[in-house]
């Protein structure tokens, strides 16, 4: 599964806005503010499994299928199959296999119809319809992010194939699939159509956030011009800019999900009949389901650089640049945004009112803006630095919360009511009147200190009420983190049924997001011990 038109447009924005905007200083100022939520770790618990059985026929004609994810192609897994079948990786010796990449990119309105497609291409391949039944045993299927459940769904339409020769595939590996669903899909795509508010509020956000100081510069240079502020009153372009961003995100996010309306991503919500039907599936092939861990300070701005550049555009198993989306984040942010806040519009801030407070001529004034960069006379009056000093703090708080806000659509971050809060306590009371008597049970004591002795020995008598108190922990709103691959849970890729009342072998790929681990260097790993055997006999693929 991918979004690369949502994101694609968010770089555009982003790109559009620091051409425009290009002109920065090459001083330096360390600022940061923090989206302020308490966040408590999730446990995450790997499925009961054991490692696959089954020893394959040693064919000289072995199938690998390669399926791709939502939006993909037959390109999808380019490196990796042609590393497989040919000596072109270094470090990684070809097999002894022949690799076919299924295209249904057309056929996705269900999963059904997919795998039906994925069928008929199956049947219809060359080698493949020159092998033995014995032969045909031995193959097995890779699949990716959504072609994962269409795999399931072929092997599940197989099992109830009378005929036992019709088979295609014996064996099933996945990566980043969402077994259990894909919570990203319940949190942005309502069943209903259109893009969830979460959707909308990120788009907003980022729209308003990005454009905010830039926009109250633009006002107040407006108004520096008399001719201009009799016709056009102070805050303008802001609420021009304000009332398009409305707009952007209310149109473009349903423009941007329209591939992903159609009944199949509905078919791998959690919780879907489609995953209940493969979850309920007696099917006990070897399997084996990998799945990728993504570091969750920079998650977006990893997740977004293999989202808009492909990582078969990288080397054989080289896709491990997604830390050039963290530099980008890093370098706009420092350069364009930190210095201008931190030293810019703070300083003259600061500095104006300093003057003003020792009752400072003009004179001074001038010297102040010559020195931040403004024209001689200060085309910006006094009142309205405050108001980009403002704008410049929501930009400032995008750039801060963006992987946030993003993490919360995922799943990645699940809002929670109630939360311990690290080291904050609060004191509760028992309230009786003078004769002994319950007059209120346990209560939040609003005076008194968090402190265990200053609370539970709290003052009596006050009102006329006596009270017993006791020092409790506080709690209030915050987020579980859970692991994810920047676009499915964990928790979701790991668990896959395998007949015998457990889960197929879960293998994590830490450091692997969702696009990057079909060609990165944990990709090169696993397939290694892959076909090595070390994850069940029956995907041993000798080396040519």
Not at 26 to 48: A, N
């Amino acid at each position: 599964m991918r979004i690369k038109h949502i994101l694609s447009l968010l770089v555009m924005l982003f790109v559009l806005k620091w051409q425009i905007h290009a002109q920065v200083d090459s001083q330096s100022c360390v600022v940061g503010k923090s989206l302020k939520i308490h966040k408590t770790e999730g446990v995450l618990t790997p499925p009961t499994a054991i490692t696959p059985g089954g020893s394959p026929i040693n064919s000289p004609n072995r199938i690998i299928w390669w399926l791709h994810g939502l939006g993909g192609d037959e390109g999808s897994w380019s490196k990796a199959l042609t590393a497989t079948e040919w000596n072109v990786a270094p470090g990684f010796p070809a097999r002894k296999a022949n690799c076919f990449p299924p295209n249904y990119v057309n056929f996705q309105n269900t999963i059904s119809e997919a795998a039906k497609n994925v069928e008929g291409q199956i049947e219809g391949n060359g080698v493949f319809i020159t092998q033995s039944p014995e032969q045909r045993r031995s193959n097995f299927m890779i699949a990716h992010s959504l072609g994962g459940l269409v795999g399931r769904y072929l092997d599940y339409q197989y099992d109830l194939d009378p005929d036992p020769n019709a088979r295609g595939y014996y064996g099933l590996v996945t990566f980043g699939s969402a077994h259990q669903g894909a919570q990203m899909v319940n949190n942005a795509i309502p069943e209903t159509g259109g893009v969830a508010p979460l959707v909308q509020q990120f788009f907003n956000k980022a729209c308003v956030g990005m454009k905010a100081g830039y926009a109250e510069e633009i006002d107040a240079q407006i108004q520096s011009t008399p001719i201009v502020r009799w016709f056009i009153q102070d805050g303008w372009f802001a609420d021009l800019t304000d009332t398009l961003c409305g707009y952007i995100s209310e149109f473009v996010p349903n423009v941007a999900f329209e591939d992903y309306k159609n009944q199949i991503v509905q078919d791998f919500r959690v919780g879907s009949d489609v995953v209940g039907l493969l979850n309920s599936d007696t099917s006990s092939m070897p399997k084996v389901a990998f799945y990728g861990v993504e570091d969750d300070s920079t998650q977006f701005w990893r997740v977004m650089h293999y989202l808009i550049n492909s990582p078969t555009q990288e080397d054989y198993f080289d896709a491990v640049h997604d830390d050039r989306g963290v530099m980008w984040r890093d370098t706009n942010y420092a350069s364009a945004l930190a210095r201008r806040w931190g030293w810019y519009w703070h300083g003259v801030y600061y500095t104006v009112n300093l003057l003003d407070l020792h009752g400072a001529p003009l004179s001074e004034y001038d010297s102040v803006c010559a020195y931040y960069g403004l024209p001689p006379g200060c085309w910006v009056k006094r009142d309205q630095i405050p108001q980009i000093v403002a704008g410049w703090d929501e930009t400032l708080e995008w750039w801060e919360t963006a992987n946030d806000q993003f993490r919360i659509i995922t799943g990645a971050l699940e809002a929670v009511d109630s939360l311990p809060l690290p080291d904050e306590y609060e004191c509760w009371c028992r309230y009786y009147n003078s004769q002994g008597q319950l007059l209120s049970d346990w209560a939040w004591h609003s005076y008194g200190s968090a402190f265990p002795d200053e609370c539970e020995s709290g003052p009596l008598g006050i009102g006329g009420l006596y009270q017993e108190c006791q020092l409790r922990q506080a709690y209030g709103f915050g987020f579980i983190e859970k692991k994810c691959d920047g676009i499915v849970l964990a928790e979701l890729a790991m668990h896959y049924p395998d007949g015998f009342g457990s889960s197929a072998l879960s293998i994590v790929m830490s450091g692997s997001n969702h696009q990057q681990m079909r060609n990165d260097n944990n990709l090169k790993d696993v397939l290694i011990n892959l076909y090595d055997g070390l994850y069940g006999d029956f995907f041993i693929t000798e080396e040519k």
